[in-house]
């Protein structure tokens, strides 16, 4: 399944991450992205979705989740 840049566009302004798409696109962004740039990409309220526990754990990588949770952690967007 293709998606448009008009759609991830989309998605990333309605920030619903009750959207199974918001989720998987996060999901792919955490996976294909440098912390640095995740960071210059998204919003601050985008962010906190993106480090949200139903996205982190579609992360298939153990040690990549662990990361995700210890930022979401420091940054205070979830409870320890």
Do not use: C, G, H
Not at 25 to 52: C, F, G, P, V
Not at 56 to 75: F, T
């Amino acid at each position: 399944m293709s998606i448009t840049d008009s759609e991830i566009e989309s998605l990333l302004q309605e920030n619903n991450i009750s959207n199974p798409m918001t989720v998987s696109l996060y999901q792919r962004i955490l996976t294909s992205y440098k912390w640095y740039d995740i960071l210059e990409m998204l919003t601050d309220s985008q962010l906190s979705n993106a480090l949200s526990p139903s996205v982190i754990k579609r992360i298939y990588s153990k040690d990549l989740q662990s990361l995700y949770r210890y930022a979401a952690e420091r940054l205070n967007m979830v409870d320890s």
